[in-house]
């Protein structure tokens, strides 16, 4: 991967507004820990961001950190408490009994508060774990409840891209609705392109033959369901994947054309 | 790292390390508030039940998802907007002055010391239309890059890179 090109995508600033979905923050973080400089520029917008929003509060806020404070729940170190001791005016030995009996019962006190807190942070840590799980799965059922109604809608013209010589197993399927100038690229029966390549999409009109570029398959391969949503402005009658080098090409290389198929006349 | 040790601090329940977090994200939490409530009371209450909120939460906090300010910042703007859809909120306000963090900034005498003021001020005189509204969204409303290509008809990737140029600006300005 080329990192200055990653940089100056604008990738970074949408992860640190927070603009990007679960999956792709998720592929930003691996990415930030692999590469220090990917970091370094994280932390940089992250702390102009900071000095814009610092700027607009009217004033610092920091006499409500008493307030706030006596409203936490759940503070951690407890005070220590003091336990008073009776003095008993006994013989010497039913002292040291009475000392020894309040040792044993002190221990047993602080061995069962330990458990006891030590139950709570760890039902707490699984908790956390629960509402992570079912977050992610709540994003998942909505992720494939919106590729339904995509491919569902009446307005969607299904193409079927047949593969071409360099890769005849090859095949993907196009879901483009035009009223909406949208199309849906379901690549999944494409081969993961070589390192430094990526896939781009071409809608063609005929005669004459003039191919038009809807865009690239980017991330493909740490995109889970492998449809890639496009806009598409243009009158297609076909459309075409080809291999180009990373950033996509100008006009199409022929010779890398994978898949390719033509809209069915309405 | 040390970041990376204060946050799992905080997760742990320490109170010293919330004081800390406190000191470090409260003024930008309460400019995110601010720009989206526009009333300095509400929004102080706002930011409180934010920080209560950040305590209680902080175990739920995952680092690969994310930045913690980027968490922060999504439970701000999350209180925010339950707060100006609340019944009462509604009645109380009539004169919203300020539309977004442009109008707050341009209307502001007093800055804190960190702050460049003069810097920021030319940044606002120079930054373009299109700047301001991509700013305000993603950042301050906290849109989705599809929500915002949406609402400024402009393409996913002409978002990303156009917005790029933008903090890119702001950074040459606030960054020393």
Redesign the interface.
């Known amino acids: 991967m080329d990192i200055q090109e990653y940089i100056?995508?604008?990738?970074l600033?949408?992860?640190?507004?927070?603009?990007?979905?679960?999956k792709e923050?998720?592929e930003?973080?691996r990415e930030l820990k692999k590469y220090p400089e990917v970091k370094a520029e994280?932390e940089?917008?992250?702390?102009?961001?900071?000095?814009?929003?610092?700027?607009?509060?009217?004033?610092?806020?920091?006499h409500?950190?008493t307030?706030?404070?006596e409203?936490?729940?759940?503070?951690?170190?407890t005070p220590t408490r003091k336990i008073p001791v009776k003095r008993i005016n006994w013989v010497t030995y039913s002292g040291w009994a009475a000392s020894l009996l309040l040792l044993i019962g002190l221990f047993l006190f602080f061995n069962r508060t330990n458990n006891l807190r030590n139950q709570l942070?760890s039902a707490?840590?699984q908790?956390?774990q629960m509402?992570?799980q079912i977050a992610d799965a709540r994003e998942d059922a909505t992720n494939a409840k919106e590729l339904l109604a995509v491919i569902r809608d009446k307005n969607v013209t299904r193409v079927q891209l047949a593969g071409q010589e360099v890769a005849p197993n090859a095949y993907a399927s196009v879901y483009w609705n035009a009223t909406e100038n949208k199309a849906y690229i379901d690549a999944a029966e494409l081969p993961t392109p070589p390192r430094g390549k990526v896939y781009q999409v071409w809608s063609l009109t005929m005669q004459p033959l003039t191919p038009t570029s809807i865009?690239l398959l980017e991330d493909f391969e740490t995109d889970d369901n492998k449809v890639f949503s496009l806009?598409n402005v243009n009158q297609s009658e076909a459309f075409g994947i080809t291999l180009e080098p990373e950033g996509g090409s100008e006009t199409p290389t022929m010779e890398q054309l994978y898949v390719l198929g033509t809209v069915a006349a309405p | 790292m040390q970041q990376d040790a204060l946050i799992a601090e905080l997760q742990?329940?320490?109170?010293r390390a919330?004081?800390r977090i406190?000191?470090l994200?409260?003024?930008?939490?309460?400019?995110?508030i601010?720009?989206i409530i526009k009333d300095?009371k509400i929004?102080?209450e706002v930011?409180?039940d934010v920080?209560?909120k950040i305590?209680?939460k902080a175990?739920?906090y995952?680092?690969?998802?994310?930045?913690f300010?980027?968490?922060v910042?999504?439970i701000a703007r999350n209180a925010s907007i339950d707060k100006i859809r609340s019944k009462g909120f509604k009645n109380s306000q009539q004169n919203l002055k300020a539309d977004n963090?442009v109008n707050?900034?341009e209307d502001?005498t007093s800055?804190?010391e960190?702050?460049?003021?003069i810097g920021?001020k030319k940044y606002i005189d120079k930054l373009k239309p299109v700047c301001k509204k991509l700013?305000d969204y993603?950042?301050?409303r906290?849109?989705?890059?599809k929500e915002?290509s949406e609402e400024l008809d402009m393409?996913?990737?002409t978002v990303?890179?156009?917005?790029?140029m933008c903090?890119e600006q702001?950074?040459k300005i606030?960054?020393k």
């Open positions: 100056n995508s604008g990738i600033e949408l992860y640190v507004y927070g603009a990007l979905s679960e923050s998720r930003v973080t994280v940089e917008i992250e702390e102009a961001l900071m000095m814009l929003s610092k700027a607009v509060a009217p004033n610092n806020a920091e409500l950190i307030t706030i404070k409203k936490l729940t759940n503070v951690s170190p942070s707490r840590a908790n956390a509402e992570q865009g806009e | 742990n329940g320490n109170p919330f004081e406190y000191q994200y409260s003024e930008s939490t309460y400019g995110i601010y720009s300095e929004a102080e930011l409180q920080f209560l305590w209680d175990p739920t995952n680092s690969d998802k994310g930045r300010f980027t968490w910042l999504n963090f707050i900034l502001k800055f804190a960190s702050v460049d003021s920021l700013i993603l950042f301050f906290g849109y989705t890059q915002t393409p996913l990737g990303k890179t156009r917005n790029r903090i702001l950074r606030v960054i």
